[in-house]
């Protein structure tokens, strides 16, 4: 269908702030017949706003518009049939997308029952120096609001595939966004965010009671009040941790904890897990993304001569970002030499000698969904003899594990485990390796595989003992680390490598997320030797 372009005006009167739609949106809501309440807009208003003076609190197609696309965006977003043309909330994501999730949780609940969750908190280095801000993975898969000191209360509706959402957040204040930046507010929580209700997250206790007064059972993850760092919910819900001075204020949180207590409550966490262990085709393309960047990143890494270890990391942070990743999921391992067998080194501190190789675990962002990718390659031109033939041993057991992550394959995250094992047990006997009694545990210690999308490890608890199933993303990462002993083949010792792809789960075969990355000995050399030659014609101008 082909898109009629539109412009949204912010519409201001002393009482309300929301978008109002032109009128070039109604043909476009006809011929999609999409089943939308617009909002009662007899007002009498001050001033209009040009979309290109609007202040959010995360990037929106009005002031991102390189980021996010335009489209339709609606106030009752839960109730479209149709995804044609609607707003991005977050990267690759529409609004229509969030409400569904939030319907197909709601049908998981049992009728008079609440899911409650709260946002990321603000977490400070030391003293006023904060981190990034990272929003709580669960609370961003429903709600796709991404900043801190918010509440998110989900509940089942009387009408079938609907729900009732309400998004407790912060409002705007001129004085705060000074120090802070943009905030989106209270009406871009409905207005951009559907929420049915919302309100000021510091009067949540008046908002909360009623909610929890008609409802039977209360689905959360609130952390024990004993927690070091409790949590905005636990804080706001726990009489032990109310720092108000107001005895009314006080008396509200203990009414609403103790109301709360009365409630059976039952973690939130598993319902939500299975839900995002399988993957819309719109996040899976949001891991493409993120995998095609950052796969193209190590190309450009491998075709450079590295002498620091930091100045690769760099490097790849860098050009994830240039590339169209929002920055590096985790933090990156760049292990040189026998470093690599620090399977979570991150110090990256050393230098790269010629003759070693360097072990390279790191991968970009896009809309909240991340790229896991390791590679091991050399510093020089080529695999030395010992490096490529164990190399050349991990590399075929993750090409067949990778084959196997397919639907009719029938196999679990276990399951490829034991295949991964045995291949290497078989590959490294050929290599003089002794691998009986607990040895492949010193030589292979992780697991093959975890699941992977809005986290690195992906749905914490979720098993790995389920047959792989067809939208689920996970990783393929073979590795062997071998000590500096007696024990082992003298020309492998404080040898490491490992081999990683994020795949998605497909009925016949597998979807390789971070193909872009070169793994196969044949490409390496040849980027290195094509990196090498450029680096000479360099030096020749």
């Known amino acids: 269908m082909k898109r009629c372009s539109w412009t949204r005006q912010l519409v201001r009167s002393t009482q309300r702030q929301y978008y109002l739609p032109s009128p070039l949106v109604r043909p476009i809501v006809k011929r999609c017949s999409l089943p939308i309440q617009w909002p009662n807009l007899a007002r009498s208003f001050a001033t209009e706003v040009s979309a290109a003076e609007l202040q959010f609190g995360q990037p929106l197609h009005e002031t991102h518009p390189h980021l996010l696309g335009p489209g339709e965006r609606t106030h009752t977003a839960h109730t479209i049939t149709n995804l044609t043309d609607l707003d991005l909330v977050t990267p690759g994501i529409s609004a229509l997308e969030y409400a569904q999730r939030r319907s197909l949780l709601a049908s998981k609940l049992p009728p008079n029952s609440l899911a409650i969750l709260a946002s990321s908190d603000t977490k400070y280095r030391s003293g006023s120096v904060f981190y990034e801000f990272h929003q709580e993975p669960n609370f961003f898969y429903l709600t796709g609001f991404n900043e801190p000191d918010s509440l998110a ?18 409002p705007k204040s001129p004085k705060d966004e000074i120090w802070e930046g943009a ?69 509200s949180t203990d009414s609403t904890s103790a109301l709360l207590a009365s409630h059976p409550v039952k973690p939130l966490s598993p319902l939500l897990h299975s839900l995002r262990a399988f993957k819309s085709p719109a996040e899976i393309s949001c891991m493409r993304h993120a995998g095609r960047a950052s796969g193209r990143a190590y190309q450009a890494a491998m075709r450079r001569t590295w002498t620091y270890e930091r100045d690769l990391a760099d490097f790849l942070e860098y050009r994830f970002r240039r590339l169209g990743c929002s920055g590096s999921a985790y933090i990156p391992v760049v292990a040189a030499g026998r470093n690599a067998n620090t399977i979570h080194y991150v110090r990256n501190d050393m230098g790269i000698k010629e003759g070693e190789w360097v072990l390279v675990d790191a991968g970009g962002e896009w809309g909240g969904y991340v790229a896991d990718i390791t590679r091991t390659f050399p510093a020089g031109r080529k695999f030395g003899g010992p490096q490529r033939e164990l190399y050349e041993v991990v590399l075929g057991v993750q090409r067949s594990c990778v084959a196997l992550c397919r639907e009719d394959g029938g196999f679990s995250l276990d399951g490829l485990h034991e295949v991964a094992e045995r291949g290497l047990r078989e590959g490294l006997k050929g290599l003089g390796f002794e691998t009986g009694g607990r040895n492949m545990e010193v030589l292979f210690p992780h697991h093959v595989g975890h699941y992977v999308g809005l986290d690195v490890h992906d749905c914490p608890g979720y098993s790995r003992r389920d047959k792989l199933r067809t939208g689920q993303c996970v990783t393929v990462e073979p590795g062997v680390y071998v000590p500096d002993d007696e024990r082992w083949p003298k020309a492998y010792r404080g040898l490491g490598v490992r081999i990683e792809d994020s795949v998605c789960v497909q009925e016949e075969s597998p979807l390789v997320l971070t193909t872009e990355a070169v793994k196969e000995v044949v490409d390496i050399e040849a980027l290195k030797e094509e990196g090498l030659e450029l680096e000479k014609a360099e030096k020749l101008r």
Do not use: M, Q
């Open 153 to 170: 209360v989900i509940a089942p509706s009387p009408t079938p595939s609907s729900h009732e959402f309400h998004l407790f957040v912060r």
């Open 183 to 251: 905030r989106s507010g209270l009406d871009a929580a409905t207005d951009v965010f559907n929420a049915d209700e919302t309100g000021d997250i510091a009067h949540l206790h008046k908002y909360l009671r009623p909610l929890l007064a008609s409802a039977t059972k209360v689905y959360t993850d609130i952390p024990s009040s004993a927690s070091r760092t409790p949590s905005l919910l636990s804080r706001l819900l726990s009489p032990s941790t109310s720092t108000s001075s107001s005895t009314s204020a006080s008396s």
